[in-house]
């Protein structure tokens, strides 16, 4: 019965890699973001997709590649892994209209070393 | 450009009532939320203001004037598990499509 589910939930790797991160709702939002939580715990969005379309891109280096191959998917790619990029990214869903508030996966702790 | 300003760290006592403030500027208002976030989880949905005026549920109620750029959460009853990050979130309105901006949230830490 899960809403928003990511995978994995724990990521570790090594700089200059290249990793993604699935996500996935079954809530039948047409709304899908990524946002990244850093050490001093401030979530700050990445992206934002409306049916399968890229939306909001908040300067995020291109290394960071969203993907959404249906309204219910959204993957994040990063490509050159470096250590700042070490943080836990949520991948979260919104329904539009009013009163609809954003619901959260369980996040990705990621680690470069 | 948008400002999200929240109190860093706040510590109650079980069984208190506590306040936690928010004030924002921002364009394209569609609404003010609040989350719960406990460590190491994901952020939850608490309570969402879009009009002036104070929003009941349960031990949680939130306000907003908007013409003040300000909201709070106000927690009643305090528990244990209330020991949580609050994180306060403007949603924004542009061209039909929303985001959320959120705070960087308040740690609140109950006491026994």
């Known amino acids: 019965d899960t809403a928003v589910s990511q995978t994995p939930k724990y990521l570790v790797t090594q700089m200059g890699n290249d990793k993604s991160i699935k996500c996935e709702q079954n809530l039948g939002h047409d709304t899908m973001y990524w946002y990244k939580q850093d050490s001093k715990k401030f979530l700050k969005i990445m992206f934002s997709y409306n049916n399968k379309e890229l939306i909001i891109n908040e300067t995020v280096p291109n290394r960071f590649s969203p993907k959404s191959p249906d309204k219910a998917h959204l993957n994040l790619h990063i490509n050159s892994l470096e250590l700042g990029d070490s943080a836990v990214y949520f991948c979260a869903s919104s329904r539009s209209g009013l009163n609809t508030e954003a619901f959260f996966g369980q996040g990705t702790r990621l680690t470069v070393v | ?112």
């Not at chain 2, 244990?80 to 309105?93: F, G, I, T």
């Open chain 2, 1 to 112: 450009g948008q400002n999200i300003d929240q109190p860093t760290e706040m510590t109650a006592t079980e069984g208190a009532i506590v306040q936690i403030n928010c004030t924002y500027q921002t364009s394209g208002f569609n609404g003010l939320f609040w989350y719960q976030q406990h460590a190491g989880e994901a952020p939850t949905f608490l309570s969402y203001n879009v009009l002036d005026g104070l929003e009941e549920k349960g031990r949680f109620s939130s306000f907003l004037s908007r013409s003040k750029g300000y909201s709070y959460l106000l927690l009643k009853e305090l528990q244990m598990k209330d020991s949580a990050s609050y994180l306060c979130a403007v949603r924004e309105s542009t061209s039909g499509t929303y985001k959320y901006i959120f705070g960087t949230g308040t740690r609140l830490k109950v006491l026994a």
